[in-house]
């Protein structure tokens, strides 16, 4: 019972090719998070969606689009993927109280060719 | 300038001894602040958080904020080698968005 799931866990593909990731949590939290972890371990944040409505939106090429079908629920989506893309991807979610922690998933390492 | 900085590491660190990893943050708003431990290939978990000027205790951690110096701590007492991973400080600011850290590697030797 994974409080925070990600699929898949690695995920190789060629330049230009669109590839999508997937995220569930079943804590019951309102807000999720997609984060970027680079080579340098440096973790950035990309989007936040709370309760399917999209409230932060991070400087992210327009390559990348989440979608919230619902609040448990969180996909990443991205066309015509290039080298630079390479990295791991962490979804998270947290309470609506905007000073509450994250919780993570276990990431998606995506590697582009 | 970063929003939130940290000693880049490594810190190597013998067994029983006391690891201190620091962080500055430069939002005067900043509100929250937490310490994630990140194992190498794994997703960062949290293990501490302070939302007070002060000293906060949980078993062999401690974390130190000192809003008016813009700085905040994390002490680990009686390292083990299980304790070897990069710790990532993590701040909310007055923007409400969560912003980490670099990250701090550190080693413990047996």
């Known amino acids: 019972d994974t409080a925070v799931s990600q699929t898949p866990k690695y995920l190789v593909t060629q330049m230009g090719n669109d590839k999508s990731i997937k995220c569930e949590q079943n804590?019951?939290?309102?807000?999720m998070y997609w984060y970027k972890q680079d080579s340098k371990k440096f973790l950035k944040i990309m989007f936040s969606?709370?309760?399917?409505?999209?409230?932060i939106n991070e400087t992210v090429p327009n390559r990348f689009s989440p979608k919230s079908p619902d609040k448990a629920h969180l996909n990443l989506h991205i066309n015509s993927l290039e080298l630079g893309d390479s990295a791991v991807y962490f979804c998270?979610?947290?309470?609506?109280?905007?000073?509450?922690?994250?919780?993570f998933g276990n990431g998606t390492r995506l590697t582009v060719t | 300038q970063k929003e939130v900085e940290q000693n880049s590491g490594p810190l190597s660190v013998p067994e029983g001894a006391i690891a201190s990893l620091n962080c500055t943050y430069s939002?005067?708003?900043?509100?929250?602040f937490f310490w994630y431990r990140q194992y190498s290939g794994k997703s960062p978990e949290l293990i501490m958080f302070?939302?007070?000027?002060g000293d906060k205790e949980d078993g062999r951690f401690t974390a130190q904020l000192n809003k008016a110096s813009q700085y905040v701590s994390l002490l680990i007492r009686d390292s083990q080698p299980s304790d070897s991973a990069t710790y990532l400080c993590?701040?909310?600011?007055?923007?409400?968005?969560?912003?980490f850290g670099a990250g701090t590697t550190v080693t413990v030797r047996a």
């Open positions: 998270a979610s947290s309470t609506r109280d905007r000073n509450s922690p994250l919780h």
């Open positions: 804590l019951g939290h309102d807000t």
């Open positions: 969606y709370n309760n399917k409505e999209l409230i």
């Open positions: 939002d005067r708003g900043s509100q929250s």
């Open positions: 302070i939302y007070s000027n």
């Open positions: 993590a701040v909310i600011g007055g923007d409400y968005k969560l912003s």
